[in-house]
């Protein structure tokens, strides 16, 4: 049932590549220049109306909204709010008839996630559910939706949820930016191609396992641990810090690169790992000086750069290599070293990878 390998989380960690390619099969049409998906095309207008998009969820799928908040914005210039749906629905927030409310959930039966909906569906809103758990609650509770096709994710922690959350939404925001005259044929064009290659180049991301297995046993004793990213991998490092914590019972934290001046600073000392997303697009000079402020107080860094990097190469401790790709899609690809991180890590503490302490694969209650 494990497919050869020791655990689920592994194993669904290697599906990714098919993941993803199952959750657009069908819906991108390279060559015919477009996207096709039901829940969206029936209610086009509600989104091109939309005053802004509100998205709800907890944990992963949260981070997969903050994802989407960069590509919306960036890519079909909507104004996007991402919320706790835990903090939303007991905010008494502001919604109405013109906003779009996107939930994301793998099982599809969170609580919080769901209340957040009939709060929003009460108020009049559109919704839209991304959902991975066929006839979920959530499935059934939203007005229209599109589903990932990760297949059943057994692990606790997600991981193929998370890459085919993104799939979904990138699709969303693509077909939005065409409708909306922002991109034109061949941008549009260029954006479904390098999507279209992506299972491939998570596969090459995936040839740094024995690489990252070597690095986490160097940082497996760390009592703590630093996620640094900007821009799109900013909800990378949220996302990487969260899956070290939930599995090893390591402290980490996530944080934007530039933020760290403001404190996390004070806790860089030699024996403190620091994980820095550092891809080539966006922002780069500055994440490389980031790295500088963090060498000069002897803290460890362990980074992922796009193929070919030479500058942080130079500076950091270990570097993981990632292909390249267009920016909105690095988050597809910067986050498999880390979810292979927190593996590694935590199977070689001992925990129990697939079922961690404390933890339900589904939150059925709030
Ligand atoms: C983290 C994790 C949780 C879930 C969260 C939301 O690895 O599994 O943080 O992402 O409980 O669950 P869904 O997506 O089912 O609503």
Redesign the pocket.
């Known amino acids: 049932e494990k497919g050869g390998f020791d655990h689920f989380m592994l194993k669904e960690i290697y599906e990714q590549p098919r993941a993803i390619l199952d959750t657009y099969r069908g819906r991108l049409l390279a060559k015919e220049g477009i996207i096709k998906m039901a829940g969206i095309d029936d209610n086009l207008e509600k989104f091109l109306n939309a005053n802004r998009i509100i998205i709800v ?5 949260w981070h997969a909204g903050l994802v989407a908040e960069y590509i919306f914005e960036d890519l079909a210039r909507i104004p996007v709010e991402v919320e706790y749906a835990s903090e939303f629905r007991y905010r008494n927030p502001v919604i109405t008839d013109k906003d779009v409310l996107i939930a ?4 599809g ?2 609580a919080d ?1 769901l209340a957040a909906i009939k709060l929003a569906k009460e108020k009049g809103a559109f919704v839209f559910g991304v959902c991975n758990v066929v006839g979920s609650s959530i499935a059934r509770e939203t007005d229209a939706g599109a589903y990932t096709h990760a297949g059943p994710e057994i692990g ?3 991981t193929k ?1 998370f890459t085919t959350q993104i799939t979904v939404l990138t699709l969303l925001a693509l077909k939005l930016a065409k409708e909306k005259g922002i991109f034109n044929k061949t941008r549009f064009h260029e954006h479904l191609s390098e999507l279209e290659n992506i299972p491939s180049k998570v596969e090459k991301a995936l040839l740094s396992n024995p690489l990252v297995e070597i690095i986490s046993n160097v940082y497996k004793d760390s009592t703590n641990c630093l996620y640094l990213g900007r821009g799109y991998n900013f909800p990378v490092a949220l996302e990487g810090a ?2 070290l914590k ?1 599995i090893s019972y390591i402290h980490a934290e996530g944080y934007p690169a530039a933020e760290m001046k403001h404190g996390p600073i004070a806790l860089i000392d030699e024996h403190m790992p620091v994980v820095v997303i550092a891809t080539n697009k966006g922002h780069y000079e500055k994440v490389v000086s980031n790295i500088q402020e963090i060498k000069s107080r002897k803290g460890k860094i362990i980074a992922v750069v796009t193929e070919g990097d030479v500058q942080v190469k130079e500076l950091a401790d270990h570097v993981i290599e990632i292909p390249e790709t267009l920016e909105s899609l690095t988050p597809l690809l910067t986050t498999i070293p880390l979810q292979l991180l927190s593996y590694h890590i935590a199977v070689m503490r001992g925990c129990n990878v697939d079922q961690p302490r404390n933890l339900a694969k ?2 059925t209650v709030e």
């Open positions: 969820a907890c944990g992963t799928s994301i959930s793998q099982s039966e969170t996630t606790v922690a997600s949820a969260l899956k939930e589904s939150v």
